[in-house]
């Protein structure tokens, strides 16, 4: 059975703290992984798609790899606006119009 | 321009009555979806849209839950004879096709039932 498992499920940074966000998966022929942020009371906001093994992607603070297991989302320097949840999602195999997601992370980053 | 739209943006509703949700995608995209999200649960695929017709109805919770998508555009998800654990947020998200396509996701529909 396809899954995304997401950790921490809760991470608190000091403002400038860098951290990163892990994404493990398990799926039958990965199409795409795909990483959102989701703030209360909001849908997920899309950030980066990823295909293949090796491929990154950087936006402002954020910068996401992968690779034939895993993603990373790497916060560099955070800011409080950054705090919210991050969530992953892959697209697999046959049924490659439905998202899998992860569980989330929920990133708090204190000023 | 204007992302995926939803309305109503909150509903409180009865045990026992029928709710409509609206989606409105961004335009020009083919594809669209339908999720739920629950506490404790996260989201879970519900039916996705390809033009006007639903390849795949699979994750529908029951047959109380129904969708159409009508000239290509608008979509309504229909809960009959709603229950409490129907309590969540419904996101639509569209994109420009199915496949490796990003999938775009509205602001979501809260749903309560008493």
């Known amino acids: 059975e396809d899954q995304v498992t997401q950790s921490p499920e809760a991470l608190r940074l000091q403002e400038g703290e860098s951290s990163s966000l892990n994404c493990s998966y398990t799926v039958s022929g990965l199409r795409g992984l795909f990483w959102y942020r989701q703030d209360p009371g909001k849908g997920p906001e899309f950030l980066f798609t990823?295909?293949?093994a090796g491929e990154e992607k950087e936006k402002e603070r954020l910068k996401a790899t992968l690779t034939k297991k895993e993603s990373f989302l790497h916060i560099t320097a955070p800011k409080p606006e950054d705090s919210a949840t991050y969530l992953c999602a892959v697209l697999a195999g046959d049924s490659s119009y439905k998202l899998i997601f992860g569980s989330g992370t929920r990133l708090l980053v204190r000023p | 321009g204007a992302g995926v739209s939803q309305s109503p943006s909150n509903k409180v509703t009865e045990k026992g009555k029928d709710v409509e949700l609206r989606c409105d995608p961004i335009s020009g995209h083919t594809a669209l979806y339908w999720y739920r999200q629950s506490l404790g649960q996260g989201l879970e695929f519900l039916i996705y849209f390809q033009g006007n017709s639903a390849p795949d109805k699979s994750g529908l919770p029951s047959d109380r839950f129904s969708a159409e998508r009508t000239g290509g555009s608008v979509s309504t998800l229909t809960i009959q004879r709603t229950q409490q654990e129907d309590s969540a947020v419904y996101l639509c998200?569209?994109?420009?096709?199915?496949?490796?396509?990003?999938?775009?996701f509205g602001p979501g529909t809260r749903l309560l039932v008493l």
């Open positions: 998200a569209s994109s420009s096709r199915t496949g490796e396509e990003t999938q775009y």
């Open positions: 990823l295909y293949s």
